[in-house]
């Protein structure tokens, strides 16, 4: 597991590591530091899991923390996914029988959160891992100059070199890509599931919004075809193109279409039709379903809670089927599209940037060894600059100190007192 000392790290690395802090630190201090100490509760200098759950679950954080702007924006989004049915955080932690039990329910939701921004998978987040990822989110690695050239560079191999061999292929850019989208689907079931067992002040379940949510925007998708992917993948065509940015000459919409095709399976969701439909006596399950819930005799509590309990479950069996394992692991046709792409789009001008012929073409793998051969990347240029720089303050210093001692100096023979 990943340390949090450099230890076990190519020089390569420490060096983008050491990148990155030094742009977070130079750029934004008094953020790059006060959001590590704001959760490093026992000063070893990473984050734990637990440090982390203790400081996002306290009840009234804001309140308590004079926060940086965007660390106090960042906190307020992550609490805001926690207010369900127009009821705060802090409201249901105030009505909580069993705190413990109250907060407990969160782990799993933060969970995947937490490993996201624990980019090496070391169990910790050490700071240039936050520092990365503030630099990323607040937009400062947008500048274009040399020096963010480089810091981005950095960090595509901090995030895509996961064995630090100072290479980037198609396999490993595929497998980075599937892990992210895996855990964010793991904190979308477990939001969901989360959300759909609170309850209002009468004790009832709130019908889950994803359903109103897909019937508003899929009025064209009925669950009679989950039996039938092609035909529920046909439907959905329109949106599956919107969410790749439209067509393309490198087909991404239909490598996605025969791998959805391939992996996708919704037995789940019509198991779990079939269920809500014998419990709620309905005999069909599309957009009249809402009606249906709303028009509920709430002084059955029970009997109205089964049934939206069922219906709840078809849309947690629905998401568990359309974000799958499988689903979410890159095709690898679609991740060499994509790095080609990326390559074409950012990592060819960083490289010109950085003084390669414009004539050359980087190639896949993206490797460091091409990167040093080819750009004015490599630290010796920085080395000297940054030895010409602080020999540069050291004079200025020397000279500052020397006119300080001579004013000094001056002031004594001129002081009749002396």
């Known amino acids: 597991m990943g340390n949090n000392s450099c230890c076990g790290r190519s020089e390569e690395r420490k060096k983008?590591?050491?990148?990155?802090?030094?742009?977070?630190?130079?750029?934004?201090?008094?953020?790059?530091?006060?959001?590590?100490k704001y959760f490093d509760q026992d000063g070893d200098k990473k984050v734990s899991f637990e440090e982390f759950l203790a400081v996002v679950l306290q009840r009234n954080v804001l309140e308590e923390k004079k926060l940086h702007k965007f660390a106090a924006a960042a906190h307020s989004t992550i609490r805001m996914m926690f207010n369900v049915h127009g009821k705060s955080f802090s409201d249901r932690y105030d009505e909580a029988e069993d705190l413990s039990a109250f907060l407990k329910q969160f782990h799993p939701i933060l969970r995947p959160l937490f490993d996201?921004?624990?980019?090496?998978?070391?169990?910790?987040?050490?700071?240039?891992?936050l520092n990365l990822i503030l630099t990323m989110a607040s937009g400062e690695n947008k500048k274009d100059t040399k020096e963010t050239t480089k810091l981005n560079l950095s960090i595509f191999f901090l995030v895509f070199d996961k064995n630090d061999d100072q290479g980037v292929e198609v396999a490993e850019f595929a497998a980075r890509l599937s892990g992210i989208l895996k855990k964010l689907a793991q904190f979308v079931?477990?939001?969901?599931?989360?959300?759909?067992?609170?309850k209002n002040d009468a004790g009832l379940l709130f019908p889950t919004n994803i359903g109103e949510m897909f019937f508003a925007r899929?009025?064209?998708?009925s669950f009679d075809m989950l039996n039938k992917v092609p035909e529920f993948l046909k439907a959905m065509q329109p949106m599956l193109e919107m969410a790749l940015a439209g067509r393309d000459k490198d087909k991404k919409s239909e490598i996605c279409t025969k791998h959805l095709?391939?992996?996708?399976?919704?037995?789940?969701?019509?198991?779990?039709?079939?269920?809500?439909?014998?419990?709620?006596?309905?005999?069909?399950?599309?957009?009249?379903?809402?009606?249906?819930?709303?028009?509920?005799?709430?002084?059955?509590?029970?009997?109205?809670?089964?049934?939206?309990?069922?219906?709840?479950?078809?849309?947690?069996?629905?998401?568990?089927?359309?974000?799958?394992?499988?689903?979410?692991?890159?095709?690898t046709e679609l991740a060499k599209v994509l790095l080609e792409n990326f390559v074409t789009k950012e990592i060819q001008p960083a490289y010109v940037q950085l003084g390669m012929s414009a004539e050359k073409k980087v190639p896949i793998?993206?490797?460091?060894?091409?990167?040093?051969?080819?750009?004015?990347?490599?630290?010796?240029?920085?080395?000297?600059?940054?030895?010409?720089?602080?020999?540069?303050?050291?004079?200025?210093?020397?000279?500052?100190?020397?006119?300080?001692?001579?004013?000094?100096?001056?002031?004594?023979?001129?002081?009749?007192?002396?």
């Open 16 to 36: 983008d590591i050491a990148r990155v802090n030094e742009y977070a630190k130079k750029t934004n201090p008094f953020m790059a530091q006060q959001v590590m």
């Open 116 to 129: 996201m921004l624990d980019i090496d998978g070391s169990g910790y987040v050490d700071p240039y891992e």
């Open 189 to 198: 079931k477990e939001l969901m599931k989360y959300a759909n067992g609170v």
């Open 218 to 221: 899929c009025p064209f998708v």
């Open 261 to 331: 095709t391939d992996n996708l399976n919704f037995k789940s969701t019509v198991d779990a039709v079939d269920s809500f439909k014998k419990i709620a006596k309905v005999a069909t399950f599309d957009k009249s379903v809402l009606e249906f819930l709303s028009k509920l005799d709430k002084n059955k509590k029970d009997e109205a809670n089964k049934i939206i309990e069922a219906y709840n479950a078809v849309f947690e069996a629905f998401v568990s089927d359309l974000l799958n394992d499988a689903v979410l692991t890159m095709p």
């Open 365 to 418: 793998p993206i490797t460091r060894k091409f990167m040093l051969e080819n750009t004015k990347f490599d630290e010796k240029d920085e080395e000297k600059n940054a030895e010409g720089s602080s020999s540069s303050s050291a004079a200025t210093k020397t000279v500052e100190k020397e006119s300080s001692s001579s004013s000094s100096s001056d002031s004594i023979k001129k002081d009749p007192t002396a």
